[in-house]
């Protein structure tokens, strides 16, 4: 039988999945992270599972794994020092970056500007020069670049990044100094801006290369370790990460672009939530992925997640695909605090993450945190993951009473506090991707998975107005189910800045099926069948004058039968619905990406057996919580005995090995033909 495995690496969790493809049968684990070496906690849990589904590590075909190796390189500040190689006159290109300050009026006063990922004291300038039509001016000197690579070396750089102008229209010259660059610093990853980005504005294909060299030391060391490590332990599949835009590359081509992983972790989430939603017939999705650091949010239409050119990880907003997820430090984890000067309450981003964990772990830790209050509001019961961790109730209540006392309140509204701050917290980045990109949060239902998402999603919904609130089943394990049923993905990019009007449709299709044929060569030679693998196109456009594009997903087939004509009928659509506007300007068709993609894992959920209406052989025992001000009676209530059909009226609990799903007081759970629980107000109450 062929097996395939999901892992995915939390802050404060490791999730795996272990599917058969054959049967469709699945086994989910759960151990906690090892932040000092995320590989250790990934071994434990590859044998556990394997152990627990009776095969051997060498019966696992593929194994798939979202990271977050490279986010916290560029969080922590741990990138490799790069040495940077620029076209003459162009030493600052890094320092002059962009003209844009975020945040509000007067923002560039206080806003303290990012320190450059490569520093002016490692970069150095060569001649040579390609002009604007990639015709070359000015010839390269040999003599005077290894002169400058010599100086590269000498300050120690552990990566090099090779920009030069114009190189995305001939990166020759990059070439060759890349070359000289694997003469004079042989051990030295060395990154050229044409193939990891061959797109005009120099600024963003020098920045994104920069990116890459910086995190690509870090990447390849974990890569290689874990590989050898998996390889030790008898694992002789094939191995994968998934990517920003929600597709996989090999671990090989992982170690030498890495900057296609920055949002590789919140990727698997949206992955897993598709899956889910092709198995409900749910189309309009919100994802809330709430783990025990941060939450994820991700907008999902006709089941097609938002994809956006820009990835961006704190201040770094490099051009690369990925999913429009937006993250908030808002998780299980997150440390309830009160300021003295202002003595308001505080929730997060500081988390008490993996280790000490939350009060409630029984860990050494001893801060309040969104776990704690939620063990003192009844919402979490004490025996978590199938009754192997229990929660300490007693030093939950301990670590809340400080905040109750620090704000002069009773313990109840002060756990009740800590909880509608974060749910504020999370409903502020929903906004992000649903009211403010020209979207009704009434159309969409919402999702929530993560360790704690279907502990919040009850409340979320009734503030976004988004019905159903979906509890997935394994909504703990989804990221790593999302990691284990995605497809393989690559694209090839390039600019084209050519006026639609001086475009002939064929000039363009032969452009792209050039680019695709690519693209679908390097699957294949990623051992995918070619018979497996479609293809589609992105085609960036923009109004002439414009110093943006929208970027147009299309199929050839579209393409050939709409035309141009079709392309801009539906941008011009696009641009209404993200600005209220047209312009009567010409368009301008600026880069042009194919996309090839392989066959995703066509696994249908398990249907459960249809029940009577009534969750009552599923009830575990009367329980009690605080909602509404006050203490009210519930009940607890095991998933696994949970029957389709069956209906779980609110205030309740239901308990699985892997999260808990709250459903609020005057709202009914029920639970669909493959075991998702659909939560909606019950009818004559809101």
């Known amino acids: 039988?062929?097996?395939?495995?999901?892992?995915?690496?939390?802050?404060?969790?490791?999730?795996?999945?272990?599917?058969?493809?054959?049967?469709?049968?699945?086994?989910?684990?759960?151990?906690?992270?090892?932040?000092?070496?995320?590989?250790?906690?990934?071994?434990?849990?590859?044998?556990?599972?394997?152990?627990?589904?009776?095969?051997?590590?060498?019966?696992?075909?593929?194994?798939?794994?979202?990271?977050?190796?490279?986010?916290?390189?560029?969080?922590?500040?741990?990138?490799?020092?790069?040495?940077?190689?620029?076209?003459?006159?162009?030493?600052?290109?890094?320092?002059?970056?962009?003209?844009?300050?975020?945040?509000?009026?007067?923002?560039?006063?206080?806003?303290?500007?990012?320190?450059?990922?490569?520093?002016?004291?490692?970069?150095?300038?060569?001649?040579?020069r390609i002009d604007g039509r990639g015709r070359e001016v000015e010839p390269m000197n040999d003599a005077e670049v290894r002169a400058e690579l010599e100086t590269l070396r000498g300050r120690g750089v552990e990566a090099v990044t090779v920009s030069l102008m114009n190189a995305y229209l001939d990166g020759s010259h990059e070439d060759r100094i890349g070359a000289l660059a694997a003469e004079i610093l042989p051990d030295t990853p060395v990154s050229l801006s044409h193939v990891v980005l061959p797109e005009m504005q120099e600024y963003e294909r020098t920045l994104t290369t920069v990116a890459n060299a910086a995190v690509r030391p870090?990447?390849?060391?974990?890569?290689?370790?874990?590989?050898?490590?998996?390889?030790?332990?008898?694992?002789?599949?094939?191995?994968?990460?998934?990517?920003?835009?929600?597709?996989?590359?090999?671990?090989?081509?992982?170690?030498?672009?890495?900057?296609?992983?920055?949002?590789?972790?919140?990727?698997?989430?949206?992955?897993?939530?598709?899956?889910?939603?092709?198995?409900?017939?749910?189309?309009?999705?919100?994802?809330?992925?709430?783990?025990?650091?941060?939450?994820?949010?991700?907008?999902?239409?006709?089941?097609?997640?938002?994809?956006?050119?820009?990835?961006?990880?704190?201040?770094?907003?490099?051009?690369?695909?990925?999913l429009d997820v937006k993250t908030v430090g808002a998780g299980g984890g997150s440390i309830a605090s009160v300021p003295e000067l202002t003595r308001a309450l505080r929730v997060g981003p500081q988390s008490a993450g993996a280790v000490p964990g939350p009060a409630a772990y029984g860990k050494g830790g001893v801060l309040p945190t969104v776990t704690d209050a939620n063990v003192v509001l009844g919402y979490l019961p004490e025996d978590l993951l199938g009754g192997s961790f229990r929660l300490d109730r007693a030093a939950a209540t301990a670590a809340v009473q400080t905040v109750a006392d620090a704000m002069g309140i009773d313990l109840m509204a002060a756990a009740r506090g800590i909880i509608d701050i974060v749910n504020e917290n999370m409903f502020g980045a929903l906004r992000m991707i649903s009211v403010q990109q020209g979207y009704d949060p009434r159309d969409f239902a919402l999702m929530g998975f993560g360790g704690a998402g279907p502990l919040h999603i009850n409340a979320i919904a009734r503030l976004m107005g988004s019905w159903p609130a979906v509890s997935p089943v394994s909504p703990g394990v989804l990221c790593a189910l999302g990691d284990a049923t995605t497809l393989m993905r690559t694209e090839s990019a390039r600019s084209f800045a050519r006026l639609a009007r001086d475009t002939s449709e064929a000039e363009l299709i032969a452009a792209l099926d050039g680019m695709a044929t690519a693209t679908v060569a390097e699957l294949v030679a990623e051992l995918v069948p070619a018979d497996e693998i479609t293809s589609l196109y992105e085609i960036d456009v923009r109004y002439e004058g414009q110093a943006f594009e929208v970027p147009m997903t299309i199929t050839p087939d579209v393409l050939r039968a709409d035309g141009i004509a079709g392309l801009l009928a539906r941008f011009d659509e696009e641009h209404r619905r993200l600005f209220t506007f047209n312009m009567a300007s010409p368009h301008e068709i600026v880069n042009l990406r194919a996309v090839a993609l392989g066959r995703p894992l066509d696994l249908p959920a398990a249907r459960l057996p249809v029940g009577d209406g009534s969750p009552a052989a599923a009830k575990v025992r009367d329980h009690e919580l605080w909602m509404d001000g006050r203490m009210q009676p519930a009940a607890i209530y095991d998933r696994s005995r949970l029957r389709a059909g069956d209906i779980v009226a609110g205030p309740a609990v239901v308990v699985e090995m892997d999260s808990t799903t709250l459903i609020e007081a005057g709202h009914d759970g029920t639970v669909d033909p493959v075991g998702n629980i659909l939560i909606r107000p019950r009818e004559g109450k809101f």
């Open 218 to 322: 870090v990447v390849g060391r974990y890569v290689r370790a874990l590989r050898a490590k998996l390889r030790d332990a008898g694992m002789t599949g094939r191995i994968a990460l998934l990517r920003s835009d929600g597709g996989l590359m090999s671990s090989e081509k992982a170690e030498e672009h890495p900057v296609s992983l920055l949002m590789s972790g919140p990727a698997g989430g949206v992955a897993g939530a598709l899956w889910v939603g092709r198995n409900a017939g749910l189309s309009n999705i919100l994802t809330l992925d709430v783990g025990g650091t941060s939450t994820d949010v991700a907008l999902i239409e006709n089941l097609e997640p938002r994809r956006t050119r820009t990835t961006e990880v704190g201040h770094l907003s490099v051009r690369a695909s990925s």
């Open 1 to 128: 039988m062929a097996y395939r495995l999901g892992i995915d690496v939390g802050g404060t969790f490791t999730d795996l999945l272990l599917l058969d493809e054959v049967t469709g049968a699945f086994w989910r684990h759960k151990t906690p992270s090892t932040p000092a070496d995320s590989s250790i906690g990934i071994l434990i849990g590859v044998h556990a599972i394997c152990a627990e589904a009776g095969i051997a590590p060498a019966d696992v075909a593929t194994l798939f794994h979202g990271t977050t190796v490279a986010t916290n390189a560029v969080l922590e500040g741990k990138g490799a020092r790069v040495g940077l190689v620029v076209t003459r006159g162009y030493r600052q290109v890094m320092q002059i970056a962009r003209s844009f300050v975020p945040g509000g009026l007067a923002g560039w006063i206080i806003w303290p500007k990012p320190v450059p990922l490569a520093a002016l004291e490692d970069t150095v300038e060569v001649g040579g």
